[in-house]
């Protein structure tokens, strides 16, 4: 017989049996690691390492340190794009941390979850 107290209503995933009760000491530890490295700082110092290794790759190919032309503009494109992807992921981790909404946005959110 199924139980209709909004209390112990089952997800969608725990009815198909995806998640597990049990696993609480891992979940634990995880929360551990997370409050110490949120993803938005693991995007950041992700991003910031590939901005410095395109640069570093296109400072080389600039001096001309590499002798075949063809290699350094390759390299030199692959480390233009690579920085290009660095700012993108910190654009992208800053910007999730919802410091940029405006009131405007802030309030039709408030309005939709209290509709709900």
């Known amino acids: 017989m199924m139980n209709d107290d909004p209390k112990e209503k ?4 725990q009815y198909l049996g ?4 049990t696993s609480n000491k891992s979940k634990s530890s995880l929360h551990k690691l997370n409050s110490y490295w949120n993803s938005n700082s ?3 110092l ?3 390492i590939q901005i410095l290794a395109g640069m570093s790759i296109v400072g080389i190919t600039i001096l001309g340190l590499l002798t075949p032309l063809w290699i350094a503009a390759i390299l030199s494109m692959l480390g233009s794009i690579s920085s290009m992807f660095g700012v993108y992921m910190i654009f992208q981790a800053v910007s999730a941390t ?10 039709i959110k408030r309005v939709i979850r209290d509709q709900n």
Do not use: C, E, M, P
């Open 10 to 13: 089952k997800s969608g995933d």
């Open 18 to 21: 995806l998640t597990d009760n």
């Open 42 to 44: 693991l995007q950041v």
């Open 46 to 48: 992700a991003g910031s």
């Open 98 to 107: 919802g410091k940029f909404d405006t009131l405007i946005n802030q309030s």
